[in-house]
Every structure is written in structure tokens, then in C-alpha cells.
Nanobody, 124 residues
Framework: QVQVQESGGGVVQAGGSLRLSCAASGRTFTIYGMGWFRQAPGKERDFVAA????????YYNDSVKGRFTISRDNAKNTVYLQMNSLQPDDTAVYYC?????????????????WGQGTQVAISS
């Protein structure tokens, strides 16, 4: 199995930046891709970004394109989410997830391993 753990959340002012990290452990050689989702209070868990492990192909929700960048360091088994130009609407708990299967990687059901989440709060 694969385990993932997020870090890097916090409180920033609108227009600011944060970088989230997600460290994978366990059977990391089976990872096909990793992604980030977010969930605001009372809302569903939404796709943010994803990256295929070997090809580095990336996918983004339209709402974060041009502001967020997903990247990975295979040697460290870590995925990053650089978030710039943050807005109050970006406030949510951010979750990291990993999948060991080929799929579209844009819905929660595509992933089998989840972190506990890290809170991101943007003040206006």
C-alpha cells in the first residue's frame, strides 16, 4: 500500500502564496499518479491538480490554471503544489491522494490513498 501525508498549509492574505507538500511512503514504486483535491465547508471535494508519476503530464482545474503549479520529486517521493495569487475562494482543506491505477485522475474515486488534509485559509 501507499501512504501520503500533506504539509504546508496555513493562513495567508489574498494575493499571497503557499506551497503544499505531499510525501508518499510504502510501495511508492506502484504509484501511477498523484493529485490534489480541496474541500470547503459544506461543499464537495473538488479536483485541483494532478500529475502522472513517470511522464510528468499535469492536469488542472480551470479555476487554478495559471495560479497553481503541481510538480514532483521522484527521488523524495514528494509532490508539491505551488499556489500563487491566492484568493478567499481558495480557502479549504487540501488533500493529497495517490493512485496505482491508470485512470483520468480527476475525481476522488480515481484514488486509493489519501492524506488527512491540510488547512489553507485566505484572508481578504
Amino acid at each position: 500500500q501507499v501512504q501520503v501525508q500533506e504539509s504546508g498549509g496555513g493562513v495567508v492574505q489574498a494575493g499571497g502564496s503557499l506551497r503544499l507538500s505531499c510525501a508518499a511512503s510504502g510501495r511508492t514504486f506502484t504509484i501511477y499518479g498523484m493529485g490534489w483535491f480541496r474541500q470547503a465547508p459544506g461543499k464537495e471535494r473538488d479536483f485541483v491538480a494532478a500529475i502522472r508519476w513517470n511522464s510528468r503530464i499535469t492536469y488542472y482545474n480551470d479555476s487554478v490554471k495559471g495560479r497553481f503549479t503541481i510538480s514532483r520529486d521522484n527521488a523524495k517521493n514528494t509532490v508539491y503544489l505551488q499556489m500563487n495569487s491566492l484568493q478567499p475562494d481558495d480557502t479549504a482543506v487540501y488533500y493529497c491522494a495517490a493512485t496505482t491505477n491508470w485512470n483520468q485522475m480527476i475525481v476522488p474515486a480515481d484514488y486509493s490513498s489519501w492524506g488527512q488534509g491540510t488547512q489553507v485559509a485566505i484572508s481578504s
